[in-house]
C-alpha cells in the first residue's frame, strides 16, 4: 500500500507525532511526507517527498499573533496550484494532520483522506471550548484540514472519535526525575521577556529552550538551548514542572510523566484557548499572559502540587491501526456525494 502523510509543520507538536508515528505506519506501506509550514524548529527526519511554506504563523514578542504578516504570507494562487500538482490520486491512502492543500487536493481530485491528530478532535462539540467561543476559529478548525473520516487526539476521551495523546517513546521508556529545574518552553515570547520573568526567582534554576537561541548559554538561574527534540525531552523527564504554550503534545506529555504544569496560550490562537480551557478543567494553572501579575502567579504556581498523571487507553501501534483501518474503509465508500459542501453546519 502507498500512503501520503500530509503533516502541518506549524508548529513541534505536528513533526514530534509524525517521528512517533511513522515506524507503525511503515507496517502498513510505504509512506511518503506532505510538509507544509515552517514554523517547526526541529529537525526533520522524516522521508519528505513534497514541501511547501504553506500557512506559517508569526509573532510579535509579546507573545501575539502577528496577524499582518500571517495575512502577507499568504498567497492563494500558489495555494491552488500546489494543490493541483499534489498527486494524492497516486495513494492508496491519505492521512492528514491538519493540512490545507492536501484537504483542497482530495477535494478537486475527489480522493478520500483521514484526518489525524489533535485539531480532528474538535470536529466535536463535545471537546472543550472557552467560554466565549471565535466563528473564525471554528471554521479553521473544522475545515481547514477537512476529511471524510477522524480520529482525533486530545487529554481525555470527549466523544467517539476521540482517543488518548501520543506519546514520544523516549518518555513512555524513561523514568521521571525531580532535578529541580523548571523546563520553559515559549517560543512565542522574546528571550529578554523572558530573562527578566524568571530572573526574579534566582533560587530556582529554569531551563529555557527558544528558537531564538542558537548555542547554548546561562545568565544568572536561566540556562537558555536551542530547540532539539531530545535535549527538550531530557530537560521535562528530569524537570521539577514545564511551562509551555498551550499546545498540545508538550503538555500532554508534561501531565502524562506527572509533572506540574503551566501552560500560557498564544493570544489570538483560539485552539490554544480550546486547549486551555480542557486544561483548566484538569486543575491545571492557565496563565492569559506575562505581565505585571506573572511574578505572583509563577510564585503561586510554584508552591503547587502536579496534577494527577495522564494513562493511556491505547497504544500508538493501536492507534495507527486505527486509523489505517478507517482511512481504507473511507477510500472504498467514497464517492462524489460524500462531499459535503464547506458550509455545512456553520
Not at 124 to 145: A, F
Request: with cysteine; glycine share 6%; charged share 20%.
Amino acid at each position: 500500500m502507498k500512503i501520503l502523510y500530509a503533516v502541518q509543520a506549524t508548529g513541534n507538536g505536528h513533526i514530534a507525532r509524525a517521528i512517533e508515528i511513522l515506524p507503525y505506519l511503515r507496517k502498513y506501506g510505504a509512506v511518503d511526507i506532505f510538509l507544509s509550514g515552517s514554523n517547526s524548529h526541529l529537525q526533520v527526519d522524516l522521508p519528505v517527498q513534497f514541501r511547501s511554506r504553506g500557512l506559517s504563523l508569526f509573532y510579535s514578542p509579546q507573545g501575539k499573533l502577528d496577524y499582518w504578516k500571517i495575512g502577507k504570507e499568504i498567497q492563494l494562487a500558489t495555494t491552488v496550484k500546489e494543490a493541483m500538482e499534489l498527486p494524492v490520486q497516486n495513494y492508496d491512502l491519505v492521512i492528514n494532520d491538519f493540512e490545507s492543500i492536501t484537504s483542497l487536493a482530495c477535494r478537486l481530485k475527489k480522493k478520500a483522506s483521514i484526518g489525524f491528530g489533535h485539531q480532528a478532535s474538535f470536529q466535536s462539540n463535545l471537546t472543550p471550548r472557552p467560554n466565549k467561543k471565535d466563528l473564525m476559529g471554528e471554521m479553521i478548525l473544522k475545515y481547514y484540514g477537512w476529511a471524510q473520516q477522524y480520529v482525533g487526539l486530545h487529554f481525555e476521551s470527549y466523544d467517539d472519535h476521540i482517543f488518548n495523546p501520543i506519546i514520544k517513546e523516549r518518555i513512555l521508556q524513561a523514568t521521571p526525575k525531580n532535578k529541580g529545574h523548571i523546563t520553559v518552553y515559549l517560543p512565542h515570547y522574546g528571550i529578554d521577556v523572558l530573562q527578566h520573568e524568571f530572573s526574579l526567582y534566582p533560587d530556582v534554576q529554569f531551563q529555557i529552550f527558544s528558537p531564538h537561541v542558537k548555542q547554548p548559554f546561562s545568565v544568572s538561574n536561566c540556562q537558555l538551548y536551542p530547540v532539539t527534540n531530545d535535549a527538550f525531552t531530557d530537560s521535562m523527564i528530569s524537570s521539577a514542572g514545564v511551562i509551555t504554550g498551550a499546545g498540545f503534545e508538550t503538555p500532554s506529555e508534561a501531565i502524562y510523566m506527572g509533572k506540574k504544569l503551566m501552560v500560557l496560550p498564544i493570544r489570538g490562537q483560539y485552539e490554544q484557548l480550546c486547549n486551555a480551557a480542557a486544561l483548566e478543567k484538569k486543575g491545571i494553572a492557565v496563565v492569559a499572559k506575562i505581565n505585571q501579575q506573572f511574578y505572583y502567579q509563577l510564585g503561586q504556581w510554584l508552591n503547587t502540587k502536579p496534577t494527577e498523571a495522564l494513562s493511556l487507553s491505547h497504544s500508538t501501534d493501536q492507534l495507527v491501526r486505527m486509523v489505517v483501518e478507517k482511512g481504507v474503509a473511507a477510500n472504498n465508500k467514497y464517492c462524489d456525494s460524500s462531499l459535503t459542501p464547506l458550509t455545512a453546519g456553520i
